[in-house]
C-alpha cells in the first residue's frame, strides 16, 4: 500500500510499539485458549435470547401472524422497526470497508473486520423480518422472479419491496463476499499457526485458498479488494435509500417524504457507528486490544457519530418545516401527531438520544471519557430503533380518515422477537470473536510497520 | 423436410371435424361476453320463472316426508340444479314488523335473506337483524326435539301427557293463559283463539318486550280501538319525535326508513326534504338525522310535548290544557317556530312519541288531529298489527301468577322471565304452575323453569302468514326441510286440540275462510294462493276495527308531573339496540359483532354518559362503573355492573343502557374468535355477553316502562375497556394537535337546505382533484365500469349493509378481543363523525366506507406479488390465493377499508358454515381481502344474460350492501352506461369523492348530505 503522508504530531494509529509478531499474537490469543467465564457468559444469555426468538416466531408461525399487536390501520410495526433498524446497523461494516478504504482512511484497519462482521450478522437478522411478518411466510420464495408454471404469475416490479429483495440480497452478498476476501490473509496467518493436521487446520487451509503470502498473491489480492471496494460503496447508499422507498413511494402522511433516501443513509450509518462504537468499547475491554482499538479509534468515531447525529437532526427539522411549507393538513397533522399524539413519548426518546446526546461529542473531554462515549453510543442505537418505530407506527395508525385511527400496542411476542434478534446477532458476534481473527492483521501490520519507520522505529 | 407426406394427424376429434380458432383453444380464458344494451330480466321476471317451479314444490313440500336432512340428495329434486340459486319469498320473522323477504336458496339451503321490493311496507329493505335472523337456522344449540322438565323427550310422550293435562284442566275449569308476543299471524292468532275456546277459563295474553302499549291505549282513548296506527313517514314533511328512535328500532325501522327517505330525496322542485326534529335523552340513531334534534331528561320530554300540543291547540282552535307546565327546557322561539312549521304543513305534518304515558300519547293524538295528520300522515282506518300487546293485561297475568292462579300456561315467542323487572320472582311463580308449556327454540330464562318445552320453528321452516298492515298479507314459507324435530306452534296446538293437521293445510285452511274471502281479484282460490306463495304477499281489503274520529278524549288530559331528580342521581334510559332488541338475538353472533351505528361498540352493553357528566363524576371510557337503584314499590334496590361509555349528545342528567344483554346462553359465544395466549375471552366477568338491565324496567299501573327510573352512578375502581370499532373522534383532528385550517377533514359533506336551494353545488369543500395527467390513462374501460355512488342524505347509518355484505361475503365473526384489537373483518363499514351543530348540539354523519375500487390505486402497485390488480371493469381485485400477506396494501390504502386474516378465523360449528355462500371463497389466515363490490352477483348477472342472450341492464346487478339498504342509499351499476342510474347518480351536483385531491380516482362516490338548519329559517317553503 502506498504510504500515508502521516505527520509526527500523529499519534500513532497502534499503541504499544507492536512488533509484526506481536500483532499476529495479540489479536490471535483469543482463539488459541480457552474461552473466558465472560465470553460464556455473554453466550449463554445471547443464546437464551436467541432460543425466546425463536420460540416466539415458531409460535406465530403456527398460531397467525394476530400474535403480534398489529390490527387494521397499523399493519406494520415492531418487525419492519427491527428489520430497518438491522439494515441500519449493517451500515457501518460496509461504509468502513469500502468508502473509508478508497478515502484512504487507514483508522479503519483496526475496526473494518469486526465491523464487517457486524455488517453481515446485522443484515442476516434484518433479512429474518421481512419474511416472518408475512401473514403466509411459508411463500415467501413468491417473492422472488422464480419461472414457474403458474401462467403469468410474476412479480411485480413497481413494488418496492421487490426493490427490497434486491437491494438486500445484493448487499447481503457483496458485504459477504468483502469480508470473506479480507479474511484471506487472516485465515492463512491462522493456518499457519495450527500445529498439527487436525480438522481445524484442514478448514482454515480449505479457507484460505492456498494463500502463499507472495508479492504476487498480494498484488492480485489488493486489485480485488479495491474494485470490491468499488462495488460495495455505491451499495452503502443505495440500500437504505431503497428500504427508505418502502416509505417514500407510499401515500401515507408522514412516510411519503423525498428526503427519506439521504435521510436514512444518514440515519443508517449513524447507527451503524454507534453499534460499531458500542462493540468496539466492549471488545477492547474484554479481549484486551486497548493497543489497537485507541483513543484515536473511538475519537474518530465519535466524530462521525456526531456528524451523522446533525444530519439526522437536519432531517427532522425539515421534515418537521416542510410539512409545515407544504400546506398540507394532512401531513401537517402526521408531524404535529408524531410530536405530541399518543406516541410523543417515543418521539421525545428518538429526539433526545439521536439530537441532543451526540452534540456533547463537541467537547474532547467527552470524546475521551469512554465510559460515557458508551453510554451515548448505547443511546444512539435505542434511539435509532424508536426513530423507525416512530417513522412506521406513528403514520400509520393515524393517517387520513379518523374513523380508521388506532392505536399499537406491541404483544409479548413481539418483544420476544425483539430479543431473539439480538440474541441471534450476538450469538453470532460471540461466536466470530472466537474462531475468527476480528482485527484485521495483515492491514493492521500495514499500519504498524508505518508507524515505526515514521517515527523512526521504537522508542 | 419431406413435404409429400400430406396425411393429416389429429388429437382429437373435434380438431379433425371443427378445427376450431385455434387462438380461441390456446386460451385458459374466455373473453367475458360483451353484453350491452338494453333488455334485461327484472327481479319480477326472474321470479316469476322461478315461481312456477317453486308453486308445486311449495305445495308438494306440505305434506312431510320422513327424511329431515337438508344435504345431500342422494335422489336429485328434478327442479334443483346444483350451483343454480333460486328464490324465494317470504316473511322476515326477525322481529313484529313483519317485512316482505326474498330468501336465495343454494343446493337446497337458504344462505341469504333480502329484502323484498313487491312488499308494501318493507319495499325490498331489510334490516341488520332481519338478515342475520337466517344464522338462527344453523344455530347448533337449537332445540331440535321437545324437552320434559329438562330432559329431551319424544313428541308422542310429550304430546300424550299434555293432552291429558290439558284434558283435566278442562274439566276443571282451571285457567289457562296463552302468553305471546304480539302475533301478527292471522292465522296463529285464531288457531290460538280455537285452541283456547274449549277451556271455561281462558286467555290470550300478548305483550311486548320492547313496549308501546300506552300509544295503542291512547288510541282507544281518542278513536275507540287499542290499534297501532299506520305512520305514513313518505307522506309527511314536518316530523317532530319524541324520544321514537322510528330508524332503528322503534316498531317497523325498515318501513320508516322507507317512507322517511322518499320523504328526503330532494327530487322535484322545490326540493322535496322533510323537516325533522328530534327530542330525545340519548343519542339514537333517529336523532342523528335530524334538522333539530334536542337532548332532554326524560321528564322534560313531558313537559315539551305539552307546550307544543298547547301552542298547536292554540292555532287550532282546540279545547286542550295540558295543566300548569313549568317552562320549557327549550328555548320557547324555537318551539313557536315548530310549532309554525307543523301548522303550516298541515295534513303533511306527523307528531310521533315513544313514551309510555298514556296522557303524552293522547296530547300527541292531539296534536296529530290539530295539525290534520289523521287521514294522512296517519292511517287508523287501515292500522299496523305490528304491535298489540297489552301491558295491563301482562300486569294482571304476573300478578295471576303470582297468586297461584294459573293452571296453564303457554309461552310463546316471548321470554317473561327476562323481559320483566322481576324475573326470579316470575321464575318461582312459574315453577307453581302445573302445566308451563314455552315454545322457546332454545333453553332460556323462561324455557328452562317450562315443564315442557315443544320447540318451534325457525320461521325458515315455517308455514305462516304476517299482516303487519292491514290488508297487506305476507306468507311464510319453508325453503329447506326442518332441521331437527322442532314442530310449529299450530301443528302443536293441533295435535293437543286432537285434530293433527300439517301448519301447511292449516294456513291454507285459514286462508281459504277468512283471507280468501277479502280478496280484491276474482281469481280462483288456488290462482289467488299460488300467487301469494309466489309473490310473497298479496293485498286484501283490510279488516280493521272500527274507528271514531278523534274525539274530545284529550280535552282534561295533564301532562304527568315528574318527580324532580335530586342532584347526583341520574335518569335511567333503557333502550333497544338496532342487533339485540329485546334480546331475542341474543344467539346471533354477527348481530353481537355488529357495531352499534352510534357508539360503534360491539360485543357488550354499557352505561352511556354525556362527556360532561363523565366528567363530573370522574369516569372515562371503559371505566366500570355501579347502577343502583331502588325500586321505589318494593324498596328492594337493584344494582348492576358495566363499563362506562362516553356519549356525546346525550343529556347530562342521563345515563343509558342497552336492553337485550346479558341473556341466557351467550356464554356459548366465551370462545368464538381465535384462542391464543394474549386473547382474551368475548365474555364479561358474569360469563355472558353483556349484563341484563331488565331489573331497571318497572311493570306498573298497566304499563312496562323502560325510561324515568333514578339510579346512582358509583365508581367501582376497575376498567373493563369496550370493544368499539370507531372510537370518539369526531370529523376534526384533535384539537391540540390540528394543523391550522387543517381541524376539519374534507371526509363527509354537507350543506343546508336554503344553501342548496340556491346553489346545488354548495357544501362542496372543493376537493382540488387534479386534472392534467403526464401519462395516458392506465385502463380504458371499453367494457363496464362499475360504480357505485352512495347517498349520505339518504344513509341513516343502520348497519343493514354491513350484515348483508356479511352474510353475502362469508366475513368471519372474530369476537370480542379481535374487535378491541381494530381486527374486525366487516368489508363495509359506517363511519360515524361527530360534529357540533347548532345549540351546542352534536350532529351525526353516517358514512358507508368500502374499497373504493381506485382507479389509481394505491393498493395495487405495491403488491410485490401482484395479488391485488385492477379488472378491465374498475373492480380492484383480490386474488386470495396469490396473496403471501405482506400488508403493505392495508398500509397504503388511505380508506383504510383492507381486511387481513390475522388468524384462521374459527368456523368450527359445522351446521352453521352451511349459511356460508358457496360463490364465495372462506379466506385462510393470512391473506388480505376487501369489498369485491360483490363480483360473484356480477358474475351470475352475466352468466344469466349470456344465457338468455341479453345484454345486461342497468339494473342487472346488485350488491348485497345495496339491495337490503332500506333507505336506498346504495347506487351501484356501469358507470360507461349513461342510462344507468349510477351513472346519473355520478353527474349529480352533489357528487363528491372522498380524498379525491389524493388523486386515487376512486370508482366510488358520494352525495352530498343536505340539512335543514336555523339559517334557513326565513326559507318559505311551504308557504
Known sequence: MADMDVGALRPPLIAGHKTLAQVTEDVCAPMDGRPTALWWIGLAISVLALSLGVAAVWYMFVTGIGTWGLNRTVGWALAITNFVFWIGIGHAGTLISAILFLLRQRWRTSVNRAAEAMTIFAVICAAIFPVIHMGRAWLAYWMFPVPNMRGSLWVNFLSPLMWDVFAISTYFTISLVFWYVGLIPDLATVRDRIRGNGPRKRLFSFFSLGWSGSARTWHHYEAVYLLLAALGTPLVISVHSIVSMDFATSLIPGWHTTIFPPYFVAGAIFSGMAMVLTLMLVARKTMRLEDYITLRHVDVMTKFVLFTGSLVGLAYGTEFFIAFYSGNPYEQFAYTNRAFGPFGWAFAIMVICNVVLPQLFWSKRVRTNLAVVFVISLCVNVGMWFERFVIIVTSLHRDYLPSSWADYTPTMIEYATLIGSFGLFFTCFLLFCRFLPMIAIGEVKSVVAHDARSTGGPR | ????????????????????????????????????????????????????????????????????????????????????????????????????????????????????????????????????????????????????????????????????????????????????????????????????????????????????????????????????????????????????????????????????????????????????????????????????????????????????????????????????????????????????????????????CASQDTSLQVLCNAMNHAVGAYGTTIDVE???????????????????????????????????????????????????????????????????????????????????????????????????????????????????????????????????????????????????????????????????????????????????????????????????????????????????????????????????????????????????????????????????????????????????????????????FAKVGPQWIEGRTTVGTNGLIGVSAAGFRTLANGVLRDTGRLVRVTKTGRTRPLAATQSHHMIAVPAALAPAGGARRPIVEETTLAAYVKDPTAGSLGHAEPTADLWPPDHPYTGHRWAMVVDLNACTGCAACVIGCQVENNVPVVGRDEVRRHREMHWIRIDRYYADGDDGGVDVIHQPMLCQHCEHASCEVVCPVLATVHSSEGLNQQIYNRCVGTRYCANNCPYKVRRFNWFDYPREDRLQNLVLNPDVVVRSRGVMEKCSMCIQRIQNARIEAARLGQPLGPNAVETACQQSCPARAITFGDANDPESPVSQARTSPRYFRVLAELNVKPAVGYLRLVRHRPEDGGERRHG
Request: net charge negative; aromatic share 8%; proline share 8%.
Open chain 2, 1 to 352: 423436410m419431406p413435404t409429400q407426406n400430406r396425411k393429416r394427424y389429429w388429437k382429437s376429434r373435434e380438431e379433425r371435424d371443427g378445427a376450431p380458432d385455434p387462438a380461441a383453444t390456446d386460451r385458459e380464458f374466455f373473453d367475458t361476453p360483451a353484453v350491452t344494451g338494453a333488455a334485461y330480466t327484472t327481479r319480477r321476471g326472474f321470479l316469476t320463472a322461478a315461481g312456477f317451479g317453486l308453486a308445486g314444490a311449495a305445495l308438494s313440500s306440505c305434506s312431510r316426508a320422513p327424511v329431515v336432512q337438508a344435504i345431500p340428495y342422494l335422489v336429485q329434486p328434478e327442479e334443483v340444479t346444483p350451483g343454480r340459486p333460486y328464490f324465494y319469498a317470504s316473511t322476515c320473522g326477525g322481529c313484529s314488523a313483519g317485512c316482505g323477504l326474498i330468501v336465495r336458496n343454494r343446493d337446497g339451503r337458504p344462505v341469504k335473506l333480502e329484502g323484498n321490493p313487491d312488499h308494501p311496507a318493507s319495499r325490498g329493505g331489510l334490516c341488520a337483524a332481519g338478515q342475520a335472523s337466517i344464522l338462527g337456522l344453523y344455530d347448533s344449540q337449537r332445540l331440535t326435539a321437545p324437552m320434559r322438565d329438562g330432559q329431551r323427550a319424544s313428541w308422542a310422550d310429550v304430546d300424550g301427557a299434555i293432552r291429558t293435562t290439558l284434558d283435566d284442566i278442562r274439566t276443571q275449569g282451571g285457567a289457562v293463559r296463552f302468553l305471546t308476543g304480539t302475533v301478527t299471524s292471522p292465522t296463529v292468532r285464531s288457531l290460538i283463539g280455537a285452541f283456547l275456546k274449549p277451556f271455561p277459563n281462558a286467555r290470550h295474553v300478548a305483550y311486548d318486550a320492547l313496549s308501546t302499549s300506552a300509544l295503542l291505549d291512547a288510541c282507544e282513548q281518542t278513536h275507540g280501538a287499542r290499534v297501532l296506527p299506520r305512520l305514513r313517514f313518505d307522506r309527511a314533511e314536518v316530523i317532530v319525535s319524541f324520544d321514537a328512535d322510528f330508524l332503528g328500532t322503534w316498531i317497523s325501522p325498515v318501513e320508516y326508513t322507507v317512507g322517511y327517505s322518499a320523504g328526503r330525496t330532494l327530487r322535484g322542485d322545490p326540493p322535496r326534504l322533510s323537516y325533522h326534529a328530534q327530542f330525545e335523552s340519548r343519542m339514537s340513531l333517529t336523532g342523528g338525522r335530524a334538522d333539530w334534534r334536542i337532548a332532554l331528561a326524560p321528564a322534560e320530554i313531558g313537559i315539551v310535548i305539552g307546550h307544543l300540543a298547547e301552542r298547536l291547540a292554540r292555532m287550532a282552535d282546540m279545547p286542550l290544557a295540558p295543566g300548569a307546565l313549568p317552562p320549557a327546557p327549550v328555548p320557547a322561539a324555537r318551539l313557536d317556530e315548530l310549532a309554525d312549521r307543523l301548522w303550516r304543513a298541515r295534513g303533511r305534518s306527523l307528531v310521533v
Open chain 2, 382 to 668: 287501515r292500522p299496523s298489527y305490528q304491535r298489540a300487546g297489552n301491558d295491563r293485561d301482562l300486569e294482571a297475568l304476573r300478578d295471576e301468577l303470582s297468586a297461584g292462579g294459573v293452571a296453564a300456561l303457554f309461552i310463546a315467542g316471548v321470554n317473561p322471565v327476562y323481559d320483566l323487572p322481576d324475573g326470579d320472582g316470575l321464575a318461582q311463580a312459574l315453577r307453581t304452575v302445573p302445566l308451563v308449556i314455552s315454545f322457546a327454540d332454545h333453553v332460556d330464562e323462561t324455557s328452562s323453569v317450562a315443564r315442557y318445552v315443544c320447540p318451534d320453528r325457525h320461521f325458515l321452516e315455517c308455514w305462516s302468514d304476517t299482516e303487519a298492515v292491514a290488508g297487506v298479507v305476507s306468507l311464510t314459507q319453508p325453503v329447506i326441510r326442518p332441521l331437527g324435530e322442532s314442530r310449529q306452534l299450530i301443528e302443536s296446538l293441533a295435535v293437543w286440540s286432537g285434530a293433527p293437521m300439517s301448519a301447511c293445510d292449516l294456513v291454507r285452511a285459514h286462508w281459504t275462510q277468512q283471507i280468501y274471502p277479502r280478496r280484491r281479484t276474482d281469481a280462483p282460490f288456488r290462482d289467488f294462493w299460488e300467487r301469494a306463495v309466489h309473490d310473497g304477499v298479496v293485498e286484501v281489503t283490510p279488516d280493521a276495527p272500527a274507528v271514531r274520529p278523534f274525539g274530545e278524549a284529550a280535552r282534561g288530559v295533564m301532562v304527568p308531573e315528574a318527580p324532580p331528580l335530586p342532584d347526583g342521581d341520574f335518569a335511567l334510559v333503557l333502550y333497544p339496540t338496532v342487533g339485540m332488541l329485546d334480546g331475542r338475538h341474543a344467539h346471533n353472533p354477527w348481530l353481537h359483532e355488529l357495531p352499534d351505528p352510534t357508539t360503534k361498540v360491539t360485543w357488550d352493553n354499557y352505561a352511556s354518559f354525556s362527556p360532561e357528566a363523565a366528567g363530573r363524576i370522574g369516569i372515562a371510557d371503559g371505566d366500570v362503573v355501579r347502577l343502583e337503584s331502588s325500586d321505589g314499590l318494593t324498596g328492594a334496590t337493584k344494582v348492576i355492573e358495566l363499563s362506562a361509555h362516553l356519549q356525546p349528545g346525550q343529556h347530562d342528567r342521563v345515563v343509558a343502557v342497552a336492553l337485550g344483554y346479558g341473556r341466557m346462553g351467550t356464554d356459548r
